[in-house]
């Protein structure tokens, strides 16, 4: 009886090793792993933060899975694959395999996570790819020409954007930067894609005490000692969508924030248009032949009446930079933050707008 279990006991020992051997790893710093966006680098894993970064594999194989740990549990992405998204995974705050695909056909096959969330869900850890032993990893895709990327607000990270209540939630489940006009851009244009976008945030002023120019330059927006290195990176096209939360602010003098950056009194006209000029000024410098649109909307900063594209206008004026364009989105006159389709009716405009002005 003794032999019988021990003889039992072997066996499985080798199956389960075989199960084992049968799977390939493929590291996180491995040279057919492809990012976008702002990404960081530590000795056992990438760093995924920003909205809209994203990690891609070319294989052949059967399935994939990656290996990944969150800091939170309200990131969400968006599973693509062969450029079409087949799932929306939610993330633990356990290091663990997620199956992303299984049962595939025998050929080439591209796998794309892509981060829904903002960086105020928490970061996100990946260690790298995982598929059956037999698999083979393709190089990945020659890297796309255009490049592109956003500096922005709630309107730019997606927020409720599939929210179809009243509710407008915060909630990452219902935040989706691959469908804001930022993300249908960028994939319209075949371009590379940053977007640098943060919900409640403002040039002069938030809702709450960091503002643009605190993390526009950070890898790491929890650490604003760890500085991006502008070289690794560089737009053809910058798209600034900010000043709605500043518009917002500037009213309410009981605001705890306005009274920080204000003290008692409301800017002037004077104040608000160099701010804008000193942001868009510092995003020159680190782009010197980017082609940078000014744009605004479609929340209520670009009602009817509203001052908030004339102060743009006027920094553009005095900044006197013939690749620094305005482009304002038209109000889109219902409640809450954009909701797919309104995001799609910006990206349209903004396409167009690129079309008709720029070359690149």
Same mark, same amino acid.
Request: hydrophobic share 35%; charged share 20%; aromatic share 14%.
């Given at each position: 009886?003794?032999?019988?279990?021990?003889?039992?006991?072997?066996?499985?020992?080798?199956i389960?090793?075989?199960?084992?051997?049968? %799977?390939?790893? *493929?590291? &996180?710093?491995s040279?057919? +792993?492809?990012?976008?966006?702002? =990404? /960081?680098?530590?000795? $056992?894993?990438?760093?995924?933060n920003?909205?809209?970064?994203?990690?891609?594999?070319?294989?052949?194989?059967?399935?994939?899975?990656?290996?990944?740990?969150?800091?939170?549990?309200?990131?969400?992405?968006?599973?693509?694959?062969?450029?079409?998204?087949?799932?929306?995974?939610?993330?633990?705050?356990?290091?663990?395999?997620?199956?992303?695909?299984?049962g595939?056909?025998?050929?080439?096959?591209?796998?794309?996570?892509?981060?829904?969330?903002?960086?105020?869900?928490?970061?996100?850890?990946?260690?790298?790819?995982?598929?059956?032993?037999?698999?083979?990893?393709?190089?990945?895709?020659?890297?796309? %020409?255009?490049? *592109?990327? &956003?500096?922005?607000?709630? +309107?730019?990270?997606?927020?409720? =954007? /599939?929210?179809?209540? $009243?509710?407008?939630?915060?909630?990452?489940h219902?935040?989706?930067?691959?469908?804001?006009?930022?993300?249908?851009?960028?994939?319209?244009?075949?371009?590379?894609?940053?977007?640098?976008?943060?919900?409640?945030?403002?040039?002069?002023?938030?809702?709450?005490?960091?503002?643009?120019?605190?993390?526009?330059?950070?890898?790491?927006?929890?650490?604003?000692?760890?500085?991006?290195?502008?070289?690794?990176?560089?737009?053809?096209?910058v798209?600034?969508?900010?000043?709605?939360?500043?518009?917002?602010?500037?009213?309410?003098?009981?605001?705890?924030?306005?009274?920080?950056r204000?003290?008692?009194?409301?800017?002037?006209?004077?104040?608000?248009?160099?701010?804008?000029?000193?942001?868009?000024?510092? =995003?020159?410098?680190?782009?010197?032949?980017?082609?940078?649109?000014?744009?605004?909307?479609?929340?209520?900063?670009?009602?009817?009446?509203?001052?908030?594209?004339?102060?743009?206008?006027?920094a553009?004026?005095?900044?006197?930079?013939?690749?620094?364009?305005?482009?304002?989105?038209?109000?889109?006159?219902?409640?809450?933050?954009?909701?797919?389709?309104?995001?799609?009716?910006m990206?349209?405009?903004?396409i167009?707008?690129?079309?008709?002005n720029?070359?690149?």
């Open positions: 009886m003794t032999n019988k279990y021990s003889y039992l006991a072997i066996l499985l020992f080798f389960v090793g075989s199960a084992i051997a049968q %799977k390939k790893f *493929i590291p &996180f710093n040279s057919k +792993i492809q990012y976008e966006g702002r =990404i /960081e680098y530590k000795d $056992s894993s990438s760093v995924l920003w909205s809209g970064s994203s990690i891609s594999i070319n294989f052949k194989g059967s399935e994939i899975s990656a290996i990944l740990k969150d800091a939170d549990t309200s990131n969400y992405y968006n599973v693509i694959l062969d450029n079409k998204v087949i799932s929306k995974i939610q993330l633990e705050t356990k290091k663990r395999t997620y199956l992303l695909a299984n595939l056909s025998n050929k080439q096959h591209k796998l794309q996570l892509f981060k829904r969330t903002e960086w105020g869900k928490g970061q996100t850890y990946f260690y790298g790819f995982e598929t059956n032993e037999k698999a083979k990893i393709c190089p990945k895709t020659k890297s796309k %020409k255009r490049k *592109i990327e &956003f500096y922005g607000d709630s +309107i730019s990270c997606g927020y409720a =954007i /599939e929210d179809n209540s $009243s509710h407008d939630s915060g909630t990452g219902f935040e989706n930067n691959y469908l804001t006009y930022a993300a249908l851009t960028a994939r319209h244009f075949n371009a590379q894609y940053s977007n640098i976008s943060t919900s409640g945030i403002g040039i002069m002023t938030s809702w709450f005490p960091t503002i643009a120019s605190d993390i526009y330059d950070v890898t790491d927006p929890h650490n604003k000692n760890l500085k991006w290195d502008f070289n690794q990176y560089t737009p053809d096209i798209v600034i969508n900010l000043f709605q939360n500043d518009s917002w602010i500037v009213k309410i003098p009981n605001n705890e924030q306005f009274k920080n204000f003290g008692t009194q409301a800017p002037t006209e004077d104040f608000i248009i160099l701010a804008y000029v000193n942001f868009v000024k510092s =995003i020159r410098q680190k782009y010197p032949k980017a082609s940078i649109i000014c744009a605004l909307g479609s929340m209520d900063i670009t009602k009817e009446g509203s001052k908030w594209p004339s102060y743009v206008e006027k553009v004026s005095i900044l006197n930079d013939t690749k620094i364009y305005t482009h304002f989105f038209n109000y889109k006159n219902t409640p809450g933050h954009p909701r797919v389709d309104e995001q799609k009716q990206a349209e405009s903004l167009a707008f690129v079309n008709q720029i070359k690149w």
